[in-house]
């Protein structure tokens, strides 16, 4: 059965310090999300990307934050300078139409700031 | 703001129903899902209503009343291994594609 898979799956880094999240969606979803889940607390979204340019934003997803797909199958999410309370679970999740309900989520990257 | 409510913890033994509650507030609202999220997982998708009324998949079913903005998560007989956290979404058109969000989840622990 075809699944979003995310690298690395833990991410320790420095304050103040960029980081790239890798993701790689379901292939034929056209769809691609980026949420967060700080532990122990609910899941928020972040960002949907469509069509090469974001849908929408929430304002979680500030100008420390960008996305891109840089090729026909990576979908990455960049924290340009990593503040303390940046450390979550990222969980990236693609779907086959827009504003569907069922979207299929990857495994998470867990990001620890120090 | 956009919120959903759902109980923090809910206890029940093998075997049994279980019903999960979710009342929400938000905008641009187009329908209700639902998510199971074991510790230390991802979310996987369990349901959806975007009607009103009851949707049913096998042990699991959803009941949504949008004049109510409150929906429902209904367990039947219950298994060790559906001790996981749920969390309802709304499906939310703030833009042009929808995105979830989500409620703070409900831990479910079945004990035997």
């Known amino acids: 059965e075809p699944e979003v898979t995310q690298t690395p799956s833990h991410q320790v880094t420095q304050m103040g310090q960029e980081v790239i999240l890798r993701c790689v969606p379901i292939?034929?979803?056209?769809?691609f999300y980026w949420y967060r889940q700080i532990l122990g607390q609910k899941v928020e979204f972040l960002v949907s990307?469509?069509?090469?340019?974001?849908?929408?934003k929430s304002e979680i997803f500030d100008d420390q934050f960008s996305v891109e797909r840089p090729d026909g199958s990576n979908f990455t999410l960049k924290i340009r300078s990593t503040k303390l309370e940046d450390s979550a679970m990222y969980f990236c999740a693609s779907s086959f139409r827009g504003g569907t309900y069922e979207q299929y989520f990857g495994p998470g990257t867990r990001l620890t700031v120090t | 703001g956009q919120s959903l409510e759902q109980p923090s913890e809910v206890t029940a033994v093998e075997g049994a129903i279980v019903q999960i509650n979710c009342t929400y507030q938000t905008s641009g609202f187009y329908g209700l899902s639902w998510y199971q999220q074991h510790d230390g997982g991802a979310p996987t998708f369990l349901s959806y209503n975007a009607l009103d009324g009851l949707e049913e998949t096998g042990r699991f079913s959803s009941f949504l009343s949008r004049s109510d903005s409150y929906g429902y998560l209904l367990l039947q007989e219950l298994q060790m291994k559906d001790s996981a956290s749920y969390f309802c979404a709304a499906v939310n058109y703030g833009g042009s594609q929808g995105n979830l969000i989500f409620g703070k989840g409900t831990k479910l622990s079945v004990k035997p």
């Open positions: 990307f469509y069509n090469n340019e974001i849908s929408e």
């Open positions: 292939s034929n979803h056209l769809y």
